[in-house]
């Protein structure tokens, strides 16, 4: 546990003491904040269904963003390590592999937090100041925040495996982006031509952001995506371990 | 401090370390020699728990360094071929992140880490950026990060590669004083570097170990003898008869003459200094002499000696 805190709070330094974490967090909550504005226009003129949580999150905008936020704060992990060589010098240190993979992600996922603070903060204001509670309600709010979390937290273990992969941060971040784009595509796919209720149109939603992001933003926590992405994010992070410790196998 | 047995490492085929066999004993400075290439630090990779071996067992301060790895690692202060460095980071902060990695808290962490400065001789850019710092610190900086645990033993790979004849000096003034409370093994591909700091020297090449002896075992052992150079005022044949008598002399040759002057190059087993029994000899002949020098054989020649040979031994098994 010493051992994680140390490198967890040297990743956490690290990323605050370099623009990139300020660049991502500003270019992120600056997008929301457009949509945000956005939406609230829309709706303020026409009727929909769906509260302001659902559409915000909802937008094709908002999963462009969405993306691009996991390769931008994974890329440098190992594959800076690696072109470097300071991967030689942390790994025969007096440390376990697993350590220093969990306090990398840990300390990502710590920035990546931080990065939605700023997009709670503007639903918070809305209520502040506008006084309309019929916009969205809490529970809508909360299931946003959970489902974001564990979407954000299966992402960043996909990308600390691409990071760990290479030497090379553009590759890492290509292969972790087109990976992301090829996962949430993929669950667009239960809509064309598929048998409504088969077993390949049921699989496609249950591996679809997009869908569990919409029953999160309408309040429904449900434990299927909890099982799913918490499952996803372990076995990430146990085929990073095994990448980093090949090197270490006898063969 | 650390038993080798047996290890064997092949990159994809290629064998860069064949069954390398040694010891050292704790308090000793051990330096591991040998051209480029030849698997010095394969075999300081694998003895830091970096890589894995293909076959063969080694302990580092009797844990093994495959199914003990984090404990043997604990009591090695490591510092790799060309010293890899967070350049973002102040050297203060740099050391005392390494410490605190390294198992020692608070108080203990920034003790030891500007303690490591002060042996280094970095206290004075401890707050620069470690990007801002020129080659020779960035050294100091690697050698502070090894030591900083205070640690039983220190594996240094290659640590004056890169730096000027003055830095190297003081580098290796610096490995001398370390001496005395680390035991040490050091690479380098450098002769003299051995020869001046180690007790023992390691010599490998093409993944084989050689020899492991001290540097004056080496050359006595390897028979590369001591030369002694004359210039004496007389006739070359009469000088060569008197040589040839003499005890301690191997052979003597007639180098060159310069007007009434003879040059002569005397070859003497190893560790026999025959000047003085050469003074007496002119005096008595009445030869006026202008030179006498003794030439003891290096390192360097035992370590052409050993390498050659081996070649020619992988040439003849072709
Ligand atoms: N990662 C690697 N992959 C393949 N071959 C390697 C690798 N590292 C080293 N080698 C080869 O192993 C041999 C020993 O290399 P090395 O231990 O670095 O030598 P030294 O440190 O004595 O110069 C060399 O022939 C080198 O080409
Ligand atoms: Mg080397």
């Known amino acids: 546990m010493r051992v994680f805190y140390v490198i967890f709070s040297k990743e956490l330094r690290s990323f605050f003491s370099s623009p990139l974490a300020y660049v991502v967090i500003g270019l992120f909550g600056l997008l929301n904040a457009w949509l945000f504005v956005s939406i609230v226009t829309v709706m303020s003129m026409s009727v929909t269904p769906r509260s302001l949580v659902y559409n915000l999150f909802d937008s094709g905008w908002f999963w462009m963003g969405f993306c691009f ?15 470097m060589g300071t991967l030689e010098t942390l790994l025969t240190a007096p440390v376990r592999t697993i350590q220093v993979v969990m306090a990398k992600y840990f300390a990502t996922v710590t920035v990546y937090l931080a990065a939605l603070v700023p ?23 909360f299931g946003a925040a959970v489902g974001l979390i564990l979407i954000g937290m299966a992402n960043i273990a996909l990308g600390v495996l691409c990071s760990a992969m290479t030497s090379n941060q553009i590759i890492a971040a290509m292969v972790c982006f087109a990976v992301i784009m090829l996962h949430y595509f993929l669950g667009f796919f239960q809509y064309f031509g598929g048998m409504p209720g088969s077993l390949m149109t049921a699989g496609l939603g249950y591996v679809s952001n997009v869908d569990h992001m919409r029953s999160f933003s309408e309040g429904l926590i449900d434990s299927r995506p909890f099982i799913y992405y918490l499952s996803f994010t372990a076995l990430l992070l146990a085929m990073t371990h095994h990448v980093l410790e090949f090197r270490r196998w006898r063969v | 401090m650390i038993h080798v047995e047996n290890l064997t490492k092949r990159y994809a085929g290629k064998t860069a370390i064949d069954r390398v066999t040694f010891d050292v004993g704790r308090g000793e400075i051990v330096g591991f020699l040998g051209p480029n290439g030849a698997g010095k630090s394969t075999t300081l ?45 102040r050297v203060a902060e740099y050391l005392n992140f390494r410490a605190r990695l390294k198992g020692l808290r608070g108080r203990d962490a920034t003790l030891g880490a500007e303690e490591a400065m002060e042996t280094t001789g970095l206290s004075g850019v401890s707050s620069k950026m470690i990007a801002s710092l020129s080659k020779g ?22 640590p004056t590669n890169g730096l ?46 050689k020899a492991s002896d001290t540097p004056q075992n080496l050359i006595r052992r390897l028979g590369a003898a001591g030369k002694t150079v004359i210039e004496v005022k007389t006739a070359p044949n009469l000088v060569l008869e ?14 060159m003459s310069r007007g009434d002057w003879t040059v ?9 200094d025959l000047r003085e029994a050469l003074h007496e000899l002119m ?35 072709h």
Request: glycine letters at 6%; one cysteine or more; proline letters at 4%.
């Open chain 2, 242 to 255: 008197e040589l040839e008598k003499m005890p301690g002399v191997e052979s003597a040759s007639h180098v």
């Open chain 2, 164 to 209: 000027d004849p003055n830095q190297i000096r003081q580098v290796r003034e610096l490995i001398k004083q370390l001496g005395d409370r680390h035991t040490i093994l050091i690479s380098t591909h450098i002769l003299s570097e051995v020869e001046v700091t180690c007790g023992r020297v390691i010599i490998i090449n093409h993944g084989h170990i």
């Open chain 1, 119 to 141: 997009v709670f903060l503007l639903f918070l204001l809305f209520r502040g100041v506008t006084g309309q509670a019929e916009a969205f309600h809490g529970g809508a709010l």
């Open chain 2, 264 to 272: 002569v190059e005397i070859a003497t087993e190893p560790n026999i």
């Open chain 2, 45 to 89: 990779k694998i003895l830091t728990c970096y890589l894995s071996a293909t076959a063969g067992s080694a302990k580092i301060a009797g844990h093994d360094i495959f199914t003990d790895s984090v404990r043997a690692r604990q009591h090695i202060g490591y510092m790799p071929e060309n010293v890899p460095l967070y350049t973002d980071m």
């Open chain 2, 137 to 158: 610190y960035r050294q100091r900086v690697g050698l502070a990060d090894a030591l900083v645990n205070k640690p039983d033993l220190l594996i240094l790979d290659e």
């Open chain 1, 69 to 83: 936020l996991f390769p931008v704060l994974t890329m440098r992990l190992f594959a800076e390590e690696q072109k």
């Open chain 2, 283 to 317: 005096i008595d002949r009445k030869w006026p002499l202008r030179e006498l020098t003794r030439r003891t054989a290096s390192l360097e020649d035992a370590f052409v000696g050993l390498t050659k040979s081996l070649d020619e031994e992988r040439a003849e098994s």
